[in-house]
């Protein structure tokens, strides 16, 4: 992602490609979206060049082995979706459900300092990425190098918010021996996969809400 909007803004979604000729688009999930689309959470496609674009509003969200297929009000054929695309799907941190206790939504792990539980400083959060078993966060180190964390229990990792305006959130993790040089990334490196796999079950160590860390 590398990317994080400023406050109040948290990210919970990413638009992807029209399915079919109706207006649905694949919709990248960040957070677990039935109940933000259930609560009628207000929702805003986010360009990172040109901010908050327009508001949305699902009339029909479904699951399907790919990830979610969602289709916006306002938006009835392939060509008006156009706009859309690649656009974040953003709300207001004040507008969304509370996450379940021992879970936290991905946007707020974004700038977090990740650190031992031997209170060595790790480096910043900047990225996650999905796996077929769990999520993994990427950490940025001063020197522009970074490494990857699985959210496994082995890792057990615990998300600490920033008590007031203006301190560090923390991602404490138990790091396992020798993870930083096997998972190394040398500036200018990608983990990104080019499309971006679905947020849309329950993993173990998730960060979405409804799972861990």
Known sequence: MNWNPPD??????????????DG????????????????????????????????LRAV????????????????????STVR??????????????????????????????ARSREGRRLGVVVDFVESAAHAVVEVRKEDGSGFLIPLTEEVDARFERAAEKGAESV????LPEGLEEATEIVPGDSVRPKERRPARRRRPGNTGRGGRA
């Open 84 to 113: 859309l695309r690649n656009a974040w799907i953003v709300a207001k941190r004040e507008d969304l459900p509370e996450p379940e206790d021992g879970s936290v939504y991905f946007g707020d792990l974004l700038g977090s300092q």
């Open 171 to 174: 991602l404490w993790v138990t």
């Open 24 to 55: 649905s688009v694949r919709v990248w999930a960040e957070a677990d979206l039935p109940p933000i689309l259930e609560e009628d959470v207000p929702l805003r496609a986010w360009n990172e060049r040109e901010g908050p674009l327009v508001e």
């Open 8 to 21: 109040p803004w948290v990210i919970v979604g990413r638009i992807g490609r029209p399915v079919g000729l």
């Open 60 to 79: 029909e969200a479904r699951d399907d082995p790919r990830g979610w297929v969602v289709r916006w009000e306002g938006y009835e054929t392939r060509e």
